[in-house]
């Protein structure tokens, strides 16, 4: 459960950090106050986070720590409750000078709009979410009039991930696996139309699923699905579920997994796989990280 309550001394605070929305005559259309943006899914935190701003408030930071982890997000971030149901009474209480969302996911538009102006962000077209990425950070930039920061931010991306191509280049032509325990039974597998995949794209990586996918890109498959996989590697992300993971490996199904005899199983930190540039980045450290010791 989640404790929505705010002292008066809290809110007290948090009206004094807002004197652009308290005083009259003032536009909703103004530059957002930066101190005072709420995010009501994780790729909108991403993405102010990526232009250097900390939200006020966020939905379900407990399990953004567990699936998404980096950013890591300080623990004054207010949690204003589930992704899909966020506290709308206590919405209204932090005065928000903007409320941004992932469009289509969660409360609808009239009423975020009711509370305070909104923002929505596309995850993806159906097929490159890293490009929906860079255009949903650039119009956020613009919006936040931080557009310097919009350049500053993809500069940095794009020199980085040019600098993989050398890194990953004896994996070229060597199938990985993606995959996320879901429960005892089932795995998530990160295919095409993933944000992943297109980064594996750019860096000439092969990934091993070739399967369905959902719209995001992944799909939640049984276990017993994986021994055909033909992979070199398989690269699992954690996400606080040891114990569960810890009652998969002792059955004798994961023990004959292909992979898991062949020493080719490795059991990673958890990455957004629903992010933009900076889970892309992540990405590649813990793939990175991930690759080595296995060529």
């Given at each position: ?32 106050d ?24 966020v ?33 209204s ?92 039974r089932h ?15 750019t ?6 699923w ?22 070199e ?34 059991r ?28």
């Amino acid at each position: 459960m989640f404790d929505f309550t705010l002292s008066r001394r809290r809110l007290l605070a948090l009206a004094a950090l807002s004197p652009l929305l308290t005083a009259p005559g003032v536009s909703r259309a103004a530059t957002p106050d930066l101190r005072r943006i709420v995010a009501l899914e994780w790729l909108p935190v991403e993405l102010l986070l990526a232009l250097g701003v900390m939200p006020l408030a966020v939905a379900d930071a407990r399990n953004y720590r567990l699936w998404v982890g980096e950013p890591a997000l300080p623990p004054e971030v207010i949690d204003v409750g589930l992704r899909t149901e966020p506290n709308l009474e206590l919405l209204s209480q932090l005065r928000a000078s903007l409320i941004v969302y992932s469009a289509g996911y969660g409360p609808s538009v009239e009423k975020i709009e009711r509370i305070a102006p909104g923002m929505g962000i596309r995850f993806s077209d159906g097929s490159r979410p890293l490009s929906s990425a860079r255009r949903s950070l650039t119009e956020l930039g613009e919006r936040l009039d931080l557009r310097l920061r919009v350049r500053a931010h993809l500069n940095q991306f794009d020199a980085f991930i040019e600098s993989g191509k050398t890194r990953f280049a004896p994996w070229r032509g060597r199938p990985i696996l993606l995959m996320s325990l879901m429960d005892a039974r089932h795995a998530l597998i990160i295919g095409k139309n993933s944000l992943f995949q297109q980064v594996m794209d750019t860096l000439g990586l092969e990934n091993a699923w070739s399967g369905e996918v959902n719209f995001w890109g992944s799909a939640v498959v049984g276990l017993e699905r994986l021994a055909a996989v033909d992979a070199e590697q398989v690269v699992c992300f954690a996400h606080g579920d040891d114990a569960q993971m810890s009652q998969v490996a002792a059955t004798p199904l994961w023990q004959a997994m292909p992979f898991v005899r062949k020493d080719r199983f490795t059991r990673v930190q958890p990455v957004w796989f629903y992010g933009a540039t900076l889970s892309a980045m992540h990405f590649c450290r813990v793939l990175d990280r991930a690759l080595r010791g296995h060529s």
